[in-house]
């Protein structure tokens, strides 16, 4: 079962939404209903799921209604019509009590400006979730604690948060929101105010906690490369509407619409694709039944100066060159064991394609791609040039 | 047609607006003689008996006492310690002591009441916009009425003294306190009232734990702003017989005495100035 269901979640700004919800209803447009009754349509009939331990980014440019999306969630705002299941209860229809409970076990937040309380101490600041649920001093200062050394600021506890740096102040925000060990994070714009650098950072400590938490987390966000670099699956929003739901790939390979492709128009294709998405299939040979003569002969069909090795297994297990094999042939050695090199360079599926710019330019032989140590694949170099300029040739089948 | 528009001026009769501000206030004090006497009378005893202690101590205790926590708010500088003991020596000095001590617990007590009453007003106007619609122009009224007005009901409730003097202090400088209350909560920025939401908050700790301690400063200067008012009222109140600093400078005023009535007000800006200072270190940031 899905960790949250949102269902038709509408949010109308205005006077009487009830007519707004009816012309949404009628697939009326956003505009129309700010033409005709002056109201703006935050959020238009979002329907999603969202599985437990995974990372669901909304994305979106400003005006898109993302941030108001998130804040239907835990009811920040109250929707105008529709429904949010948590685990199968219903959010849209709880009173303020089983609201605050539903906050204070179930769902924590981080902001965008860190929303941190100046006149707090950090470890105030991260026991403030704790606090409000009334948890004994001692207790709380412990989990506070251990949540402030999962972020790595252990020893800031008594600091203020001004005294702290833009990413150090994040890093509180994150703590405050673990600290009551929600099930479920919502994470709004939380890396945006950050320059570039700290927010790499962030995100990949962000990655490294999820592989260990397994946390749902909800991430909203107007950045392309930070959605592709985190999301499990990726909602894209305009005008208040998603307009397609996808894992990275998808939303990269099958644009929806025009939208949707001219968002990713601008992407650098690099951090995106990785080995598995630009290797061509092998050519080997099987060191348990193969003999340079084949290797050789294997070599000359293919015009290839070099050729991979491996077991029965498929394991890789070095590269012969044709110089080698042929003198091999003269002196009538038998075994490809005696000729073998092992100076591979290797890549796993996974490596992302920036990555792999340097080990391919500094590589006489082309680069093996490793899946558990079994050969997959090999990248030349003409196909990471022809993956960059490329829009649509890239081999998704592999993946 | 002048004609007309002038019969016109003439045809409602004079409204007995004046009879009618009579009636309620004879009403009230009826009405509400059973809360007004005991006020009137404990409140009384009450600062008669602060007077009586504090007149007890030795003046120069006193002296070095406000010099020492005046070096201690303004972060160790001397400036204001030495004003204080030139100040209150002088004061002393010109025989006014007493009324000093009399004035002093008079501005206390009725700032008190102002906080007291002017805080919970506040958060009910920042909270409710309702209350915020009412409130505004009533606080406007408050404040624009000339403070001398407030001395006749005062007196019509509370007789002539102490009472009447705080009565009427408190009406005419509480505006301060509930207007800067309201703004100070309503300027406390949307992230963080929401990140208190987020956590599971009710709306007295979010109030208590976020909204206060953010609105703090803006307050502390809504409540400085109700000391120097109610200090403005020290002389005003003395014409209905509030006894201190106002009452000499009422009786210079009554004998055209320059000499006393300059005294007697240089008494009053000391004082005040003394109080202002003090009252801007409540907000706990020290300066320098």
Do not use: C
């Amino acid at each position: 079962m899905a960790k949250i269901k949102v269902e038709n979640l509408s949010k109308v700004f205005g006077k009487r939404p009830k007519q707004a919800i009816k012309m949404l209803d009628q697939k009326r447009s956003k505009d129309d209903i700010l033409k005709e009754t002056g109201m703006t349509v935050g959020v238009n009939q979002a329907s999603f799921e969202v599985q437990d331990g995974e990372i669901f980014v909304i994305m979106g440019l400003s005006g898109s209604g993302k941030s108001t999306l998130v804040r239907l969630l835990n009811r920040l705002i109250n929707p105008s019509a529709g429904n949010v299941w948590i685990d199968g209860e219903n959010l849209a229809q709880m009173n303020d009590q089983q609201l605050r409970e539903v906050r204070r076990k179930k769902m924590s937040m981080v902001f965008q400006k860190f929303g941190l309380f100046p006149f707090r101490t950090i470890l105030e600041n991260v026991e403030y979730g704790l606090e409000v649920q009334d948890i004994e001093k001692e207790k709380r200062k412990e989990k506070a604690l251990t949540s402030l050394e999962l972020v790595g600021l252990k020893g800031y506890e008594h600091q203020y948060p001004d005294q702290l740096s833009g990413g150090m102040q994040q890093r509180v925000g994150l703590a405050r929101a673990l600290a009551n060990d929600p099930e479920v994070l919502l994470m709004d714009e939380a890396f945006s105010a950050l320059d570039p650098l700290i927010r790499k950072d962030m995100q990949d400590e962000l990655l490294d906690l999820q592989s260990t938490m397994k946390k749902t987390i909800i991430f909203i966000t107007h950045d392309l490369d930070e959605a592709l670099r985190i999301g499990d699956r990726i909602a894209l929003m305009k005008d208040g509407s998603i307009v397609q739901i996808g894992t990275p790939e998808e939303i990269l390979v099958h644009p929806a619409n025009d939208y949707v492709e001219k968002f990713v128009e601008d992407i650098d294709r690099s951090k995106v694709l990785t080995a598995q998405h630009i290797m061509k299939r092998p050519e080997t040979v099987n060191m348990d039944k193969h003999g340079p003569r084949v290797a050789l002969e294997r070599m000359r069909e293919e015009g290839l100066s070099s050729i991979f090795v491996v077991d029965s297994n498929r394991t890789l297990k070095g590269y012969i060159t044709a110089d080698d094999a042929s003198l091999a042939k003269k002196n009538d050695i038998k075994h490809l064991q005696e000729i073998l090199r092992n100076d591979i360079p290797k890549v796993d599926k996974e490596t992302p394609m920036n990555d792999i710019f340097n080990i391919i330019h500094d590589s006489p032989i082309p680069v093996a791609v490793i899946d558990n140590s079994k050969l997959v694949g090999i990248i030349v170099r003409g196909a990471v040039i022809g993956a960059l300029a490329s829009d649509s040739e890239v081999n998704l089948e592999n993946a | 047609m002048l004609n007309f528009l002038h019969d016109l001026l003439d045809f409602i009769p004079r409204i007995p607006l004046a009879s009618w501000a009579d009636t309620t206030i004879d009403v009230i004090k009826d009405v509400f003689s059973f809360i007004f006497n005991p006020i009137s009378v404990y409140l009384r005893a009450f600062m008669e008996w602060m007077v009586d202690i504090i007149g007890a101590v030795p003046p120069i205790f006193i002296i070095l006492l406000v010099a020492l926590y005046a070096f201690y708010i303004s972060g160790k500088k001397f400036g204001l310690a030495a004003f204080s003991i030139v100040g209150l020596w002088l004061i002393y000095n010109q025989g006014l002591w007493t009324q000093l001590v009399q004035s002093f617990t008079l501005v206390l007590i009725a700032s008190l009441l102002s906080v007291i009453i002017g805080v919970p007003f506040g958060i009910l106007m920042a909270k409710n916009n309702i209350a915020q619609t009412i409130m505004k122009p009533v606080l406007d009224f408050m404040q624009t009425m000339p403070a001398f007005v407030y001395l006749i009901p005062a007196a019509a409730f509370f007789g002539i003294g102490y009472v009447p003097g705080v009565f009427a202090s408190l009406i005419f400088a509480v505006p301060p306190t509930v207007r800067l209350t309201n703004l100070g909560i309503r300027q406390v920025s949307t992230e963080l009232v929401e990140a208190a939401d987020a956590f599971g908050s009710t709306p007295a700790q979010k109030l208590f734990k976020v909204e206060l301690p953010m609105a703090k400063a803006t307050i502390m200067a809504g409540i400085n702003q109700t000391i120097m008012l109610v200090l403005s009222m020290v002389v005003i109140a003395s014409l209905i017989g509030a006894p201190g600093l106002g009452r000499e400078v009422t009786r210079a005023l009554q004998g055209a005495n320059v000499g006393t009535g300059f005294v007697a007000g240089i008494s009053i800006v000391i004082l005040a100035i003394i109080v202002d200072r003090f009252s801007q270190g409540f907000d706990g940031k020290k300066k320098g």
